[in-house]
T-cell receptor, first 113, second 111 residues
């Protein structure tokens, strides 16, 4: 199993551009989520999904959209990138809504100029 | 979720046990203690979790005080690869996958 795969690993955007961060897992996990980590800080939850077709907001959802059309994929969309969205983004998954163990991807480092 | 307090950083000698403290004095009865670590630039990695009993797995041991107001993560024989930021998180089991990561403890294992 590859686990949780994130692409791209690095991305540079100009202010106002849009892009989609990809996240895929091959563990048949129901729960998936997106976090952002700013320099020297802990992780903050952006959006999460408890199953295909179901998404909800986390702590810092503004400026981000998500959808979950399949169990495997959970893309994160930035519609109009802003410098404040410069961060490292991590995708995570777990077996179920009350699962105790989160599996994280290796992250996407995003810079918005 | 209960607030946690961890030292900002600590050093540990290679081959010795590393004892990482965490204070969670406002923990409630249905909240679990989780530990994750983040090795430089990588995604966080689950280590262990517990409710009130001490727990051990292949990576570490978790000791929770009887009043549950503090806990200690023990890495029995620290290696250089254990150098990482260690996060102590307290949350309900049902929210165990909506974790809030604070600053953590930066652990440096020295040869």
């Amino acid at each position: 199993n590859a686990g949780v795969t994130q692409t791209p690993k690095f991305q540079v955007l100009k202010t106002g551009q849009s892009m989609t961060l990809q996240c895929a897992q091959d563990m048949n996990h129901e729960y998936m989520s997106w976090y952002r980590q700013d320099p020297g800080m802990g992780l903050r939850l952006i959006h999460y999904s408890v199953g295909a077709g179901i998404t909800d907001q986390g702590e810092v959802p503004n400026g981000y959209n998500v959808s979950r059309s399949t169990t495997e994929d959970f893309p994160l969309r930035l519609l109009s990138a802003a410098p404040s969205q410069t961060s490292v983004y991590f995708c995570a998954s777990s077996r179920g809504q009350d699962s105790e163990k989160l599996f994280f991807g290796s992250g996407t480092q995003l810079s918005v100029l | 979720d209960a607030k946690t307090t961890q030292p900002t950083s600590m050093d540990c000698a290679e081959g010795r046990a590393a004892n990482l403290p965490c204070n969670h004095s406002t923990i409630s009865g249905n909240e679990y203690v989780y530990w994750y670590r983040q090795i430089h630039s990588q995604g966080p990695q689950y280590i262990i979790h517990g409710l009130k009993n001490n727990e051990t797995n292949e990576m570490a041991s978790l000791i929770i005080t009887e009043d549950r107001k503090s806990s200690t993560l023990i890495l029995p024989h620290a290696t250089l690869r254990d150098t990482a930021v260690y996060y102590c998180i307290v949350t309900r089991r049902a929210a165990g996958n909506k974790l809030t990561f604070g600053g953590g403890t930066r652990v440096l294992v020295k040869p």
